[in-house]
């Protein structure tokens, strides 16, 4: 996380008073220090031994949430097997696989149908 910001300094000069949310492995003092000093709070759970952290009641349905999503990405939309040659590639075939989902759910939604996430109807 710092080499991105390292890497990327207007990450953080952009968007002041960011937040930031890790897993239990993004910890430590010069870590954290080195996040509060770049102005970037960081949310992540309590390891062994630690005292609760602010935000600690956010994590288990933030983690399902995340979950369900990149599940939908990796299976429904089969983005392991994107074909992308160059990172413009993949971000290609990303971005048309989850417009093709937004205009399913759309469709979906619009049409009644019950299951509002699928695209087994169009898979021909």
């Known amino acids: 996380m710092l080499g991105i910001l390292r890497a990327d300094p ?11 949310i890790g897993d239990k492995n993004y910890f430590g003092a010069g870590f954290e220090t080195e996040l509060a000093d770049a102005g970037v709070r960081l949310l992540r759970p309590a390891r062994k031994g630690e005292a609760e952290r602010v935000g600690s ?11 369900s999503i990149n599940q939908t990405l990796k299976a429904q939309l089969d983005l392991e097997r994107h074909s992308g040659r160059t990172a413009a590639g993949v971000t290609v075939r990303v971005l048309q696989r989850l417009l093709a989902l937004t205009a ?9 149908a019950p299951v509002r996430r699928s695209l087994t109807a169009y898979d021909h």
């Open 104 to 112: 399913a759910i759309w469709h979906n939604d619009k049409t009644g």
């Open 57 to 67: 009641g956010l994590f288990k349905p933030l983690r399902q949430t995340i979950e």
């Open 10 to 20: 207007a990450l953080v000069a952009d968007r002041p008073g960011q937040t930031m």
